[in-house]
C-alpha cells in the first residue's frame, strides 16, 4: 500500500479501523496454510489486546511441510486466526470482554460461535469469506458486522 501525502505533503495518518485492519492483514502474513491467509486482532480502547493467524496446531506440522488437510474443500489443518487471537488472550490471561476484533475475512459459523461467547460485541473485517448465516446471528446476539470492504472511499 503506497503511502497517501495530505494537501500540505505529509503522509496521511490512517483512521483506527484502517490502523488495526491492516495489522490484522500484517499478523495473517504469518499464517501457515496458503490457501487462505487470515489475520486477527482484538482491541479495546484502541489498544491492541491479542491478534491471531490460521495455522496448525502447535508443534505439529505446517501446511507447505504436510500439505493440506482436505475435508469438504476445505483445509481443517489450522486453528483459524480469530480462534488463535481468543486462546492467545486465554493463555495470557487477557480478559476481551466487550472488545472489538478486526478480521481480514469475516468469520466462518465456528470462530463467530467463538466470538459471540467470548463477549466480543463488533467484528470488523476486510471482506466476506462464506457463511451467510453470521448476519442473522449476529443481529440476535447484539453484535454488530462491518463490511469494511463495502466502507472504502472510491
Ligand atoms: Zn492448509
Ligand atoms: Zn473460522
Not at 92 to 115: H, Q, R
Amino acid at each position: 500500500m503506497a503511502t497517501q501525502m495530505d494537501l500540505a505533503g505529509k503522509p496521511k495518518r490512517d483512521d483506527w479501523h484502517t490502523y488495526f485492519m491492516k495489522i490484522a492483514t500484517q499478523v495473517g502474513s504469518r499464517s501457515t496454510c496458503d490457501r487462505k491467509h487470515v489475520g486477527a486482532v482484538i482491541v479495546r480502547d484502541k489498544t491492541i489486546l491479542s491478534t491471531g493467524y490460521n495455522g496448525s496446531v502447535r508443534g505439529l506440522p505446517h501446511c507447505d511441510e504436510s500439505g493440506h488437510d482436505m475435508e469438504d474443500g476445505h483445509c481443517v489443518r489450522t486453528v483459524h486466526a480469530e480462534a488463535n487471537a481468543i486462546v492467545q488472550a486465554a493463555k495470557n490471561g487477557v480478559a476481551i470482554d466487550s472488545a472489538e476484533i478486526y478480521i481480514t475475512a469475516s468469520p466462518c459459523w465456528n470462530c463467530f460461535k467463538l466470538i459471540a461467547n467470548a463477549g466480543i460485541k463488533t467484528i470488523y473485517f476486510g471482506e466476506f469469506y462464506r457463511d451467510e448465516r453470521i448476519y442473522k446471528t449476529a443481529a440476535a446476539a447484539g453484535i454488530k458486522l462491518v463490511d469494511m470492504s463495502r466502507q472504502k472511499e472510491s
